[in-house]
């Protein structure tokens, strides 16, 4: 068994530029998560997150290092890790609730299946399931509508209620709360604590809203281009690789406390102040997972 | 005062109901023009019939029976009908080898020139060659339109499955969707309207290589009837024949669209 | 002086045509027209849009067949003088069959040929002599551009009506038999140059330039010899095949080389039998206009002034003036 | 092994080099199988001529005068891709009347059903009236071509121009743009790439025609050198031919979608 | 002159929903905003802001009432209306300095202009007006890239500019911070104040962000479909609408004052929460500009 069940060793990430050259995004990626982990990651805008989870989900392949779930090099997106796009990536020939219906029909019918031993009681099975979820986003009186009728928010919120339905093993989420005004951002975080717990995910959690890294995660990766020595085409690392020690589910009220800002204000000052340079051998990768030692801590 | 020039007009129901005719009202209106002066001309003219010897030739060609006791509209009619369906399905196939194409890079590599080439080949240019694998009767009637129209069929859904975001095939693939299914539950259903439009587009295509091969070889169609009253210039005969085709094909086109625009509502967007 | 007149005349491609090719290439027409002070220009179309072309107005003449000339545009009003006869078939156009069937087993056989064309016309024709009807052979049209690689591809097919070349290239083949030809009804399917009346009434020198350039190249090509090889290599060219094989075309084509011989033909009584079937041909398939009450309903004229058919719609004239005039030398 | 059912699948370099060529190799050796038993049942055929017989066809068009000093091939192309090139042009007007009508809902009422409709008539079975129209010049074989693909390139621009998202129209009009600069600098710009393509599907169609125009009337042409030599059954000739065309439009394609690929590198999302 | 530069009366909108009825999305909106005031509009999801741009835009027209822009009824799109849209709307086939310098170029060649007497010292004068404001939003070394080379935030920001560089009387922006970092997006908050001071602009800002909200807005409307007395199908009404004090700009340090969580508080309690229905006579719409009377309060 492998104690990980996510690891990045060395993991580059070069895309063309003018004249042929290639940009570095990513540089010397390593990250290693242990499975029920609840990771947020963060970064200055454009510093290559979403880069980041398109690796892991493995819609790309590395340009140098190795990607590895469960032990195993990740070759191409699967079952195993469920993927919620910073572009909500709903079909648009589906009603919402054939949208989350979608990949439990999959799983369960193949093909020909589809067409011929069509199984009445497992089809209502899945609406019924679907509805559940839908019902959990908010969208169960929209379940009939199609994606172009929803406002940007219900799509964000559908896609969602798409992968959770799923439960996958590890589960991607960028930027999923983007459109999400306070209110339903915050439904939208317990919703998801609350299946990370129940159905014992991984999760890797991209977000530009600290509040939100810092609440919601067990583990806080912060992703940036600013650094000592890096030029423009340096691409970004791991600058800050901490966990956060309040056991999850947090109470919303947490938010509010002193310990809360002052993890936000050192993130948002060491991470992603692109004035403030940090040496290389200074990154604070405290993380039990990370490659540097850990120090403990007091939380309460 | 009216918008014409305006991309956000919005045209009244007058508008909408005038509009769409014009056109043809004009054209009918050049031709009993024309047929009228070159009828004073010279009144036994056949090239351009006027609108009496039209109606004449129609009544002639559907409720008369000719010298072998059919009637000919309808014997010809049905005999294109039946070729063009059965060519029609068979180009549907198409469709599949475009999408798998499209989807699988191996097969694109595999097909994609070859088609992009023999899309090219004039196959009317090469009829002995049809003839001698296919004979002469129906087969190779069919085997014609399909040769014709269904390298193009092939390319465009190609093209479509090309173009679909890749996003959404990966969003499959974490649902578990095999590679199978995402041809045919991801890709396929979403780019089908648009290649029904393809289809669409080149029902006339086919129109035209029906004609083409029933003007080969025949004993009836519409195609080998124009074909062969051109032997006398009849244009009373060949005008309203041409004009059923055009209609049929017409309605054709109008069906489809009709399916489309209702069965997939979820497009206007 | 206004512009000179221009005239075109369209042809086709065909054995007893391609001196008109040579005739342009040669500038021998050219020579004619100037002597006459018009312009004539040549155009080669393929053989239905030729006429169609000419009836439409858009040529002043055209070469056709006698039957072409009677149901294309005759029938539909445009009155046409037949002023040149080139020549009759004689063998050009043949029903052909193979595995050795005869005309009397094609009874419910499919036959190839291009429907209501002088290749319809032979076959009805040899039905007829041989006591068989239309009805008793199942026709199927099939387009003279296809029908030699499409009866040679397609070994079922066993019987074609076909004219030349590709009565030749049918030949070739192995097994195949010339069951009857143009040669068993001579001075039926003639070769015409014909004019509309309209515009030879207007200008009769387009008639007298036409003439005389045709028995110009008539004469260079009866001489036999290097010239008339050299001329007849040039037609074989144009027609797209060889010399051997254009002479052998000519064996089975009737060229009327002197005027006076084509100017009897048409002058004579024989015309008018073979004009008799032609016309019945065309009546009873429908060719003289579907409305047509009578066999009478177009009236063609001969020489002699005599006239078959309604008099007071003469749409076809055989017209022998100019083939008189080059023969009595009037033209040079 | 080898992933050939994988819509993610990378092909080698072996694989790109050799596997397009794959099914032109196997037709050259059916076709030469082919020729070689017709052969060996008649030493004569000439309708399935050896390679040897083609290669000599080629030599005799291409390089051998013909009796006017004309080495054939060239002439003929070069007549025929002057009538293409001119028809291609004012096919391509055919874009701009498609884009106004996709842009202007008055001009889609009034053009778009007859378009659709116009768009079906065949043609080819209306040659008198064409050539009444149009002499029987070069002007009739272009019309032929324009009024048999016009139609379709109006229609394809006509519904690209209509899904354009109405949100970047919008945007224009807020950044200033008159409806006019909305057609010719939003929209036209944005299509123009799809647009070629289909101008690029259609040039099959345009070859088409092409051939059926000079068979009709002409004195050079690829298409009436085809349909002079049809009658003597030179295959041998037609073949190359036949390969020429079929060349030559494939490389206007090729050149078509090089040009797309480079020019317009942000289609590439 | 018209003291408002906007006038919304009675406006309701609605849509097609199923079986051939309409749903009312907008119901009632009476809004007047005078000529340099900066709005922010906040509301539950779905609630239907970004269809009240949408009539102000004049891309859609109201079911019921009027909506005017100095006085004139809205019938289409215009130049002196900048919309930054949800979902970003650049213009693919160009580059985003190209996108930027569109409406310039639009507004000062005519279409045959732009091919004949191309003015070239014009085009240098837009390039650097587009590189200005590039520079601005962090976009300058991003210039040749085609909008499908840049990530989320980046699209966001090049859509900011794209509309900012035009100053345009009323500008009216839709989440356009929904993809940005904090960092960045304080960024971009302080760069659309100064351009609104600078510009004199009239700003109509929608966002999902309170904290946004309030430190933006010199009014705040709160649009929801959730008080007494509205079934599902009543649509939105605007539930509050007041004026912020403090003076503009602010600074950003004003986030943290017991006076702005008060406010937030107040907001994401009386117009966001969906259980706390309240009756139409008790909506707070103290701006001057309301409909309602007005009170005075004390700012500091
Ligand atoms: N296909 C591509 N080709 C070239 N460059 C790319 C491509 N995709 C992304 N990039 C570049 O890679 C960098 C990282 O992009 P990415 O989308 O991963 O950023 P991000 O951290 O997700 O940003 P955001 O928070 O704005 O979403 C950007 O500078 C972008 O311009
Ligand atoms: N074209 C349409 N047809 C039918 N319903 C629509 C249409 N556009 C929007 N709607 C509906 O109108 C309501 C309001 O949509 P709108 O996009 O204005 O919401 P919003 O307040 O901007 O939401 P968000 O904060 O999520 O962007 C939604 O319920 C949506 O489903
Ligand atoms: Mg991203
Ligand atoms: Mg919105």
Known sequence: MHSHILELNGVYQKYPAKKKKMRTILSDINLQVSPGELVTVVGPTGCGKSTLLRLILGSERPYQGSVKVNGAEVKEPARNRGIVFQQYSLFSNLTVRKNVMFGLELEYFSLPGRFFGFNKSKLKEFKEKADEYLQRVGLLEHSEKYPHELSGGMRQRAAIAQAMVMKPEILLMDEPHGALDMGTREEMQIFVLEQWKQENLTVIFVTHDLEEAVFLGSRIVVLSQFYAGNTSSGGAKIVKDVPVGWELPRPTSIKHSKKFSEIMQSIRHEGLDPHFLQEIRDFDLRHNDSLSLNTTENWD | ?269 | QAKTQTFTVVWSIYAGWMPWDYAGHSKILDKWAQKYGIKIELKKMDYIPSVEAYVAKKADACVMTNMEALDMPAASGISTSAIIMGDFSNGNDALLTRNNIGIKDLKGKDISLVELSVSHYLLVRALEMNGLKENDVRIVNTSDADIAPAFIANKKQEAVVTWNPLVMEIMQQPGIKNVMNSSSIPGEILDVMAVRTEVLQKHPELGKALAGAWYEVMATMSKRGAEADKAMEIMAQAAGCSLTEYKAQLKTTAMYYKAKDAADFTGGSEIKEKMNYVRNFCFSHGLLGENARSVDEVGIQYPDGSVQGDKKNIQLIFDSRFMVMAAEGKLE
């Open chain 2, 1 to 269: 005062m009216i918008s014409v020039f305006k991309i956000n007009a919005r045209p009244g129901r007058f508008a909408c109901f005038v509009l769409p005719w014009v056109l043809f009202v004009v054209c009918f209106l050049l031709y009993t023009r024309a047929s009228f002066v070159r009828h004073q001309e010279n009144p036994r003219d056949k090239l351009v019939p006027t609108v009496t010897q039209l109606i004449d030739g129609v009544k002639r060609s559907a409720f008369e029976e000719d010298r072998k006791g059919d009637l000919r509209l309808w014997v010809d009619s049905w005999a294109s009908t039946k070729r063009f369906f059965i060519a029609l399905i068979i180009i549907s196939l198409g469709i599949l080898i475009g999408l798998n194409m499209g989807a699988f890079p191996y097969l694109e590599l595999f097909f994609y020139r070859f088609f992009l080439f023999f899309d090219k080949v004039p196959a009317l240019a090469l009829l002995p060659i049809l003839f001698i694998t296919f004979g002469l009767g129906e087969v190779s009637k069919v085997a014609l339109i399909v040769i014709g129209v269904m390298p193009t069929i092939v390319l465009d859904t190609f093209l479509r499955a090309k173009e679909f975001p890749r996003e959404l095939n990966i969003k499959a693939m974490t649902l578990g969707a095999s590679h199978f299914e995402i041809l045919y539950r991801v890709i396929l259903p979403n780019i089908f309207p648009k290649v029904l439009d393809t289809l669409r587009l080149n029902l006339k295509a086919v129109v035209l290589f029906l004609i083409a091969g029933e003007s080969l070889a025949a004993t009836a169609g519409l195609g080998y009837r124009i074909f062969v009253v051109r032997r006398y210039l009849a244009m009373d005969i060949i005008i309203p024949y041409v004009i059923w085709i055009s209609l049929l094909a017409f309605s054709a086109d109008f069906l489809l669209r009709y399916w489309i625009r209702h069965k997939y509502q979820w497009l206007n967007k």
